[in-house]
Each structure stands twice: as C-alpha cells, then as structure tokens.
Nanobody
Framework: VQLQASGGGLVQAGDSLRLSCAAS????????MGWFRQAPGKEREFLSA????????DYADSVKGRFTISRDNTRNTLFLQMSSLKPEDTAVYYC????????????????WGQGTQVTVSS
C-alpha cells in the first residue's frame, strides 16, 4: 500500500487542523493505521492508531482529548483531526500502516507516507 499525507500548514496556537492520508494499492481496509510525528532533533513519536475496522483507537497521552483519529475505508483515507494546537505540536506528521493488531512502535509499521509539515505559532 502507498500512503500520501496532506493537510499540514502554518496555524496559530489554539487553532484546529485536519490531516488526511490517502492510500493507494491493495489492502488499506485490512491494516491498522497510525499517525506519528517527528520534530527536529527528536525521535519519531507515536500519536494515535486505529484498528482496521475503525472500532478501536489508541492515543498518546500528549494528544489525548485534542486529536481524533478516524478512517474511511470506502475512500481508502485516514484522518487526524487536531484541535487546541500548541507550538510544541510543531513537527512533520506521518501516516503509517501496520499488519499488526495494534502498534505504538514505528518499527511495527511496514508502510509510511512522506510526511506533512505542521507548524504552530505562538
């Protein structure tokens, strides 16, 4: 499966933003999907994951209550709705696909999108 993330941009603190991840190829609906981010000089950080059918989700404490993950298997698309954005949310955001049941570690994801930059100004 090939993944393409989009929707990043420059926003102000407190704003909202929705990221999308379009999948092409076969099998999107069978993968656990996840969102990660990476800020300069930092390791890639898990944000959220969603099961193949969308019924189960997982969030990092840093984004719980502010970010919402969802998917539309009919459109082969993954979403991340981000609200109450903070300057520390500034990073490149990546979507990824995993054949594991649920996964927080980047090494557990087999396919990655190219990343989309999110910059939050104070």
């Amino acid at each position: 499966v090939q993944l393409q993330a989009s929707g990043g941009g420059l926003v102000q603190a407190g704003d909202s933003l929705r990221l999308s991840c379009a999948a092409s190829g076969r099998g999107f609906s069978s993968y656990t999907m996840g969102w990660f981010r990476q800020a300069p000089g930092k390791e890639r950080e898990f944000l959220s994951a969603i099961s193949w059918y969308g019924g189960s989700t997982d969030y990092a404490d840093s984004v719980k209550g502010r970010f919402t993950i969802s998917r539309d298997n009919t459109r082969n698309t993954l979403f991340l709705q981000m609200s109450s954005l903070k300057p520390e949310d500034t990073a490149v955001y990546y979507c990824a696909a995993s054949s594991n049941v649920f996964e927080r570690f980047p090494t557990g994801y087999q396919y990655w999108g190219q990343g989309t930059q999110v910059t939050v100004s104070s």
